[in-house]
């Protein structure tokens, strides 16, 4: 199992950017995919950009474009750059990390970092 610690969530006007950073502390975060999702309040979560052991990436519709995710392994550092915020992209944001996206939900989860966009 691997430990996540997200950070860098806060408090953004519309248009504005922030970068989510998530600390593994485990081995096989390097050989794991790792993912965001968020969570809006009402809503499910949902999963918002991936990337895998190859850096291959993947990003949901509603972010492609404006969001980056990028990993060192090296560091056991994933990220999240996001861009031209959008008050829909508030919610709680949480790093994920499993063998593959679709075990992803018996893999390991961070506590979570909130992002609000408001003006």
């Known amino acids: 199992q691997v430990q996540l610690v997200e950070s860098g969530g806060g408090l953004v006007q519309p248009g504005g950017s922030l970068r989510l950073s998530c600390a593994a502390f485990g081995s096989a975060f390097g050989k794991n995919f790792m993912a965001w999702f968020r969570q809006a309040p009402g809503k499910e979560r949902e999963f918002v950009a991936g990337v895998s052991w190859n850096d291959n990436r993947y990003y949901a519709d509603a972010v492609r474009g404006r969001f980056t995710i990028s990993k060192e392994s090296t560091k056991n550092m994933g990220y999240l750059q996001m861009n031209s915020l959008k008050p829909d992209d508030t919610a709680r944001y949480y790093c994920?990390?499993?063998?593959?996206?679709?075990?992803?939900?018996?893999?390991?989860w961070g506590q979570g970092t909130q992002v609000t966009v408001s003006s």
């Open positions: 994920a990390s499993a063998p593959t996206l679709s075990t992803m939900k018996s893999g390991s």
